[in-house]
Every structure is written in C-alpha cells, then in structure tokens.
C-alpha cells in the first residue's frame, strides 16, 4: 500500500512496485483515509509518506501498529532530518529511506522490509542506533548489568541477535555463520518467541536496550 499526498510520486511508486512484481493493494494521498483503507486491504508493507494534509505520517504509522496483525511500514521522506527519523522510528517505522533513493535502492529497501529487515538509508542507521542506545543507557542506570537481563538466548542465538542489531540480512549473517538461511531464520523466530517479540525491529531495539549491539559495527 502506498500513502502519499503527491498524485504524481505516488503514482509513480505504486507503477515501479507493479512492475516489480508487487500487488499494490491501495494507493491513497490521506492518512485518515490510509487507516480506514489498511484496515480493509490488510496490506503486508505500508510505504508512507511523513507530509500528509491530514494527520501527520508518524501518526499513521502509531495507528497502523496498533491493528491486531500491522503492516511493516517503510517511510519513504524528502526528509533526513534527525528529528523526523527518529519521531518515525518510535513511532513503529520499521525503515526509512529518503526520496532521493535510486529507484533500485527503492525496490530493495521494501523487499527487505518485507522480509523484516529494518531498512535505512546510509547514514541513517548509526543515528537511530545511537539514540536507541543513549536511552537504553540512561534506562538502565548505573551498575546494572543489562544483558542478564531477560530469557536465556542459548550461544548461537545471541550470536545471531548480536548480527540482526548490526543490520546484516539474513543471507549476510548465514555466510558469516557457515550455517544455511533457513538456520539462521529459525534461530531469529526462536528468540523472537523466547523474548515475546514480533519482529527484526524490536529484537534491534532489544539488543541494543540489553547491551548487544556495538554500534561501531553497525
């Protein structure tokens, strides 16, 4: 589903996702309209626009991630600005990539949205790292140790955790592993289960509120 209040950009999006492959269940310009309609359509990915005439895209996003199964929601933006990543991000944003992505970079970013990834435009990954880890910090106050905390991951899952919070796919963290991809997916819906998460988002942000992920890595 693409949500964008440009006729003509969201006509274009909806044309290269078409020609890619994908079903473009519903194409709107409102976000009020977005929600009603997402309900209906129950589409699996939601690119979003932030600059909507109605409700403002970060809204959209809170809205959608409070239907009983969400849609993975790439914002697609003419912003970079920090403070605009990081209110999608909160908001559920499972990515962010800015318009002046190739249209390759485009259909790869929703591709990988699709799968779970958390997906963002170079640059932008360290500084949602960043924040999530400066507020993970000052959470956890002094003198806790907060990796103990939590369900016990068994080695081989916190190996792959510590991956996923880096930003590697799948396919990355299997040859680093010399394990298959299908390995490295049952290991990922294992702690998932474990931790009572429901995707790749929330085990990065878990990683990093539990001390996991190096950010000079990511």
Known sequence: MVVDD????????ARDLTEAGYDVAAATGEGRQALRVAAAVRPDVVVLDLRLPDLPGVEVARGLGAYAAPPRVLVLSASAEEADVLEAVKAGASGYLVKSASREEFLDAVRRTAEGDAVFTPGLAGLVLGEYRRLAHRSAGPGRDVAQDGPR??????????????????????????LSHRTVQ??????????????????????????LAELDQA
Do not use: C
């Open 153 to 178: 991951l068994t080695d081989r899952e916190t190996e792959v955790l510590r991956m996923v919070a880096k930003g590697l796919t799948y396919r990355q963290i299997a040859e680093r592993l010399v």
């Open 186 to 211: 049952n290991h990922v819906q294992n702690t998932l289960s474990k931790l009572q998460l429901h995707n790749r988002v929330e085990l990065v942000r878990y990683a990093i509120e539990k001390g």
């Open 6 to 13: 440009h006729p003509m950009w969201r006509e274009a999006v």
